[in-house]
């Protein structure tokens, strides 16, 4: 069942749940995504970054709608960090039903000008709009992007840029980054930030970079008004890890039919951790009652 994002997460924010957002690189992740949701009879998103528009190109898009509009669960696809209008209209064109605007790393005045230009235009063909506040950190191996230095969201300007702009979500900076920390650098959240963000804000709110948090911490973010986590580190490196195992103990193997399960199995293993963690599991039944 394919749907918007703005009717997706008020479900997620009244039940205080988040739902995972999960970025796909090709087929094997969408199918990853689906079934996993399937399984957990959980609701679920699939982004794609625009490097991965690039990557896979704009017919994908069609398989993708086609694979969430028959699923058993609800689902979203959706456009992570556009990073320009052109990126979103793009999105929308390609049935995209919810778009990220990302001008963080502008001044506070260009990103709520960026925004509202966007909010305009997809909220009259009914397509949901997140924007960011803060900027993410940004670790190495991550194509994503981020800043070296996190600048954390303002809690007094997420309310000002919630309200000028109309925004369906929200993404804040509260100390995590995109791709993987090394050891000397693990992730600590500010929970009384989000707590104080969440006081001032009256719409979902949004983490990015998901992978490698403590769960402890990642488990008190959606009774903050936290609704959408995005992942892509843990699941892509779970795929990958075992796709180079597999093959370096059969390196005669060439199809894709037999190199691909053992890979599939291990991040829809992470993937299923990860609906328990965010407490989306067996919380599709709202969406149809």
Do not use: W
């Amino acid at each position: 069942m394919l749907m918007n994002m703005k009717d997706l997460l008020a479900v997620a924010y009244k039940h205080n749940f988040a739902v995972g957002s999960f970025n796909v690189a090709n087929s094997e992740f969408v199918r990853v995504v689906i079934d996993s949701a399937e399984e957990k009879n959980a609701p679920a998103i699939i982004q794609i970054h625009p490097n991965e528009v690039e990557l896979l190109g704009d017919d994908f898009i069609a398989y993708v709608r086609e694979s969430c509009r028959n699923a058993k669960v609800p689902m979203v696809i959706h456009l992570d960090h556009g990073a320009s209008v052109k990126d979103c209209m793009r999105a929308i064109r390609n049935g995209f039903t919810s778009v990220m605007i990302d001008a963080s790393h502008a001044s506070f005045e260009d990103n709520i000008a960026l925004t509202k230009e966007v909010v305009k235009i997809a909220h009259d063909v009914n397509v949901s709009v997140e924007a960011e506040l803060g900027t993410i950190g940004s670790n190495e191996g991550s194509s994503e992007g981020g800043a070296d230095v996190i600048l954390y969201t303002d809690a007094d300007d997420a309310k000002t840029f919630v309200d000028e702009t109309g925004i369906d979500t929200l993404a804040i900076a509260i100390g995590t980054s995109h791709g993987q920390y090394k050891h000397d650098r693990q992730p600590e959240l500010k929970l009384d930030l989000l707590a104080e963000i969440n006081q001032k804000v009256d719409i979902p709110l949004v983490l990015h970079g998901g992978s490698d948090n403590k769960d402890e911490e990642i488990s008190q973010t959606y009774l903050h008004g936290v609704s959408k986590i995005n992942l892509s580190t843990d699941m892509k490196s779970a795929f990958f890890r075992e796709m180079r195992r597999f093959l370096t103990e059969n390196q005669t193997a060439y199809e894709p039919d037999v190199i691909m399960p053992s890979a599939r199995k291990a991040t829809q293993e992470v993937v299923k951790a990860k609906m328990d963690l965010f407490n989306s599991t067996n919380q599709a039944h709202h969406y149809f009652s």
